[in-house]
């Protein structure tokens, strides 16, 4: 048994949900009972229910049988930042409050050491104001978009790689039966690891990342080459951030409720339009959207989110707080928070999978 003081903790998972979640609810909870004796308050849809008060004991049973589940048996949202908290007034209109002093006090209500904040970038940010402001926090980074600065990777990415990889595989037989552009668009937000790895995986003929600014020239060329060359389809990889020749990004809506308002969408279409004007080759788009999301969590993400689950389960019930559970070389570490705050961690342009694609005839088309 470890430290008396940290028995009883809070999980919640906040933002866009990713496969993974589910095993770290199950390894905190386990672990956290298991080896410390310690209970476990399960608090439902992310910050949203920090702020409104709704949470349950997480019971063994509960989180027994949930390793390969996809989704949070808690629920999340990406509307839930306390400190830009929405609230509907009596004639539907929509107002943003801070909401910060509720989510603390029902920290100190609910009695806990330590709360566990499963998410991304915008979690770490909240999880961060909320230590500063006196509550024990240990984030534990999720996310498909591999994002999230100090860390080497965040579970829920492999799995999204998979899909797109498994999507590009199975675009090809048919872009191959009728000579077709396939435009493949991924998500990502502002990093392009997801349409990177994926598109390698995949072997996508042209890969288009909002870390690279490509021409349309370059673009048609490469396809009209492997037209020239016999290949009888090309395939394209279109991360949802990349930016357009012109410098903007392609959005498919705002909205103020969210962590982050603007809500990326709609690139791939515009890629397929350009390249049948610009080659006169016939495209198709194919928007994978939140397919990357769902479902079960390969055998990586599995992993990984035990690492991560325990690892943060372990440091909470032995008083530690302030840091996310991190994956650096190899290993778990814990960081602390201002450092998973930083900037986003997006494709450095010397990364060897860039190297590597290029060395295949893969085309960025930046060149
Ligand atoms: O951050 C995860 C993510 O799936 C991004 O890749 C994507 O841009 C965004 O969430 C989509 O958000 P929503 O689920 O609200 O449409």
Same mark, same amino acid.
């Given at each position: 048994m470890a430290d008396e003081k940290a028995r009883r903790i809070g999980v919640l998972t906040g933002g866009g949900d990713c496969p993974g979640l589910n095993a770290v609810i199950r390894a905190v909870t386990k672990t956290a009972q298991l080896e410390y004796g310690a209970s476990v308050l399960g608090i439902q849809d992310g910050f949203e229910g920090l702020v409104e008060g709704r949470a349950h004991e997480l019971a063994h049973q509960e989180v027994?049988?949930?390793? =390969?589940? =996809? =989704?949070?048996?808690?629920g999340s949202s990406n509307k839930g930042d306390p400190w830009h908290y929405p609230t509907e007034t009596a004639r539907g209109k929509i107002e943003i409050h801070d909401m910060a002093f509720k989510a603390i006090r029902h920290v100190e209500r609910w009695q806990l050491d330590c709360l566990v904040a499963i998410g991304g970038d915008g979690t770490m940010h909240i999880a961060r104001r909320l230590s500063e402001a006196g509550v024990p926090v240990i984030g534990v980074p999720k996310t498909i978009?591999?994002?999230?600065?100090?860390?080497d990777v965040t579970f829920g990415f492999d799995t999204a790689v998979s899909v797109v990889c498994e999507a590009i595989d199975r675009l090809a037989s048919t872009a191959s039966s009728h000579h077709r552009v396939m435009v493949v668009e991924v998500m990502g937000r502002y990093a392009g690891w997801i349409a990177l790895m994926g598109g390698v995986a995949g072997g996508a003929d042209v890969i288009l990342i909002p870390e690279i600014r490509f021409r349309w020239d370059s673009v048609f060329r490469k396809v009209d080459e492997r037209q020239t060359q016999g290949k009888r389809f090309t395939m394209v990889c279109v991360a949802e951030g990349v930016r357009l020749p012109d410098g903007t990004e392609v959005v498919a809506e705002f909205d103020?409720?969210?962590?982050?308002?603007k809500r990326l969408g709609g690139a791939g279409a515009v890629v397929a339009r350009a390249i049948e004007q610009g080659t006169g080759h016939e495209a198709r788009v194919t928007v994978l959207g939140h397919l990357q999301r769902g479902g079960s969590p390969t055998s990586f993400d599995r992993v990984l989110a035990t690492r991560y689950g325990t690892a943060a389960a372990r440091l909470a019930c032995s008083g530690q707080a302030g840091v996310m559970v991190a994956l650096r070389d190899g290993h778990i570490e814990a960081v602390p928070l201002e450092q998973a705050t930083g900037e986003l961690r997006r494709v450095p342009l010397d990364h060897d999978l860039i190297a590597a694609a290029r060395s295949v005839g893969t085309s960025f088309g930046d060149h």
């Amino acid at each position: 048994m470890a430290d008396e003081k940290a028995r009883r903790i809070g999980v919640l998972t906040g933002g866009g949900d990713c496969p993974g979640l589910n095993a770290v609810i199950r390894a905190v909870t386990k672990t956290a009972q298991l080896e410390y004796g310690a209970s476990v308050l399960g608090i439902q849809d992310g910050f949203e229910g920090l702020v409104e008060g709704r949470a349950h004991e997480l019971a063994h049973q509960e989180v027994s049988g949930i390793l =390969g589940l =996809g =989704g949070t048996i808690l629920g999340s949202s990406n509307k839930g930042d306390p400190w830009h908290y929405p609230t509907e007034t009596a004639r539907g209109k929509i107002e943003i409050h801070d909401m910060a002093f509720k989510a603390i006090r029902h920290v100190e209500r609910w009695q806990l050491d330590c709360l566990v904040a499963i998410g991304g970038d915008g979690t770490m940010h909240i999880a961060r104001r909320l230590s500063e402001a006196g509550v024990p926090v240990i984030g534990v980074p999720k996310t498909i978009d591999n994002d999230v600065p100090a860390t080497d990777v965040t579970f829920g990415f492999d799995t999204a790689v998979s899909v797109v990889c498994e999507a590009i595989d199975r675009l090809a037989s048919t872009a191959s039966s009728h000579h077709r552009v396939m435009v493949v668009e991924v998500m990502g937000r502002y990093a392009g690891w997801i349409a990177l790895m994926g598109g390698v995986a995949g072997g996508a003929d042209v890969i288009l990342i909002p870390e690279i600014r490509f021409r349309w020239d370059s673009v048609f060329r490469k396809v009209d080459e492997r037209q020239t060359q016999g290949k009888r389809f090309t395939m394209v990889c279109v991360a949802e951030g990349v930016r357009l020749p012109d410098g903007t990004e392609v959005v498919a809506e705002f909205d103020s409720k969210r962590t982050d308002a603007k809500r990326l969408g709609g690139a791939g279409a515009v890629v397929a339009r350009a390249i049948e004007q610009g080659t006169g080759h016939e495209a198709r788009v194919t928007v994978l959207g939140h397919l990357q999301r769902g479902g079960s969590p390969t055998s990586f993400d599995r992993v990984l989110a035990t690492r991560y689950g325990t690892a943060a389960a372990r440091l909470a019930c032995s008083g530690q707080a302030g840091v996310m559970v991190a994956l650096r070389d190899g290993h778990i570490e814990a960081v602390p928070l201002e450092q998973a705050t930083g900037e986003l961690r997006r494709v450095p342009l010397d990364h060897d999978l860039i190297a590597a694609a290029r060395s295949v005839g893969t085309s960025f088309g930046d060149h």
